[in-house]
């Protein structure tokens, strides 16, 4: 049987990779200390495939078909077509069994998923797989959660999800360890009139939440102030399904840094197996 | 309210090849897309953000007018300003009155 080993965080942003080089010299140290502190502990974990949860932006969907999860089954997928990301791997190794597995149970405990045989995956995936500078990268199973344009599903049903992902990681039929990745997050605001703005109070109450644990809190403080935190405070929800998935317990903060040179409350954690 | 038309016009700027051509001719790319109302082609043409940004997801607003050209921090400003309690230069007065 697959055996769960860990679940991982990080925030994402596009300037991290296109303002790369015009970042201030600290925020640079401090994004690079912490994406290698992450890879350090996912690498520990020793993952035979990983479970990455992102949202899409705008690169495989579109207002004419735009799912609420999407589970990629198949055995490759495409690397970003950002050109800010050209650096990154064209092709990327899915684990389709895994994925079919995990789409399968989904679909035997009532959720609906869209599937996809080949993904685009963006910036919200391949930042982090980027900067965590891992030497090889697990097979994945690629995950997009509607983080960008309501309706998004709701908090309650991304705890049903993240636990459906532990159920479906404890039953498939081989071994392999597995790892679930969320990327996404903190607050942040993208587009809007408030564009720039950083709601870290929020952040620090949805830190302290995971480290608490419980389900009920982290759901109270999301439905109550996670829209009015920016609109990419959406992608909260990768954190939340991760969290569930690692039975809501075990949240280890790596680092959290208000970042608005990249426009984002930015936080790494990992939970523990 | 979602416009279908601007959205899908911004969606498919993402191809290939379109961001050159439509920085050379603005007028060639959005004449393929005779669904645009025409006050949308009219912001389109002349950067008006605050127009666009409430007929459009806010992750494609960004992406249009750094397709656009628009600096940053002019896209920024633009959106500032359209924060409840702002007051424009024109209604406080700071314009024509030299």
Redesign the interface.
Known sequence: MAEFVGAFAASHAPLIARDWDKLPAASRDIITADFRELGKRLTAAKPDAMVILSPD???NF??DNLPSVCIGVGDSHDGP?EPFMKDFPRSIAGHAALGRHIAATALNDDFEPSISHRMALDHGFCIPLQKMELARLPRIVPIVVND??PPMPSIKRCFAWGKLLAKAIASYPEKLRVAVFATGGLSHS???????AIDEAFDRDCIKAFQKGDEGPITALLDARMEAAG?GTHEVRNWVIAHAAAGSRGFDLIDYRNMPEVYVGCGWASWSA | M?D?WL??FI?DL?KPGAIPEYRADRGKVIARYPQLEPEVVQALLSDDVAFL?PRV???????YFGFAGMSDEK??AA??A??PGTVSKEEAGETSHG
């Open positions: 932006h705008w690169t579109f207002l077509p960008l344009e993208i587009g809007e009139p408030t564009m720039g609109n | 979602t279908y959205s899908k969606y993402q940004a997801n806010a992750y494609l607003l960004r992406y896209f920024l959106l500032h359209m924060q």
